[in-house]
């Protein structure tokens, strides 16, 4: 069974930082691309990133491109989504998910609060 769990969400201050994390199990994670998805309050799934399944390839939602890093450890099986210089907009729940599934294949999520 394939079992993707979300970690490292909180409440900070604009222009804060979090590193998210998703751990995988029940399928070979390093055969995989995976991504980043979130849902704002009130609003539809957004991609945010994506990276290859050797981690040569990364990208990004123009909104997060600079401010937000992908990547991974295969020997972990552990996706992460270090996240700098939030912004009130980046508020919403982050998920992980296979890159070729549907946003339903995503796990529980993790929240990220953004404000002063």
């Known amino acids: 069974e394939v079992q993707l769990v979300e970690s490292g969400g909180g409440s900070v201050q604009p222009g804060g930082s979090l590193r998210l994390s998703c751990a995988a199990s029940g399928f070979t994670f390093s055969n995989y691309g995976m991504s980043w998805i979130r849902q704002a309050p009130g609003k539809g799934f957004e991609w945010v990133s994506s990276?290859?399944?050797?981690?040569?390839?990364?990208s990004y939602a123009d909104s997060v491109k600079g401010r937000f890093t992908i990547s991974r450890d295969n020997a972990k099986n552990t996706l992460y989504l270090q996240m700098s210089t939030l912004k009130p907009e980046d508020t919403a729940g982050y998920y992980c998910?296979?890159?070729?599934?549907?946003?339903?294949?995503r796990g529980q999520g993790t929240q990220v609060t953004v404000s002063a």
């Open positions: 990276i290859s399944s050797g981690a040569a390839v990364t």
């Open positions: 998910k296979k890159a070729s599934e549907s946003y339903s294949a």
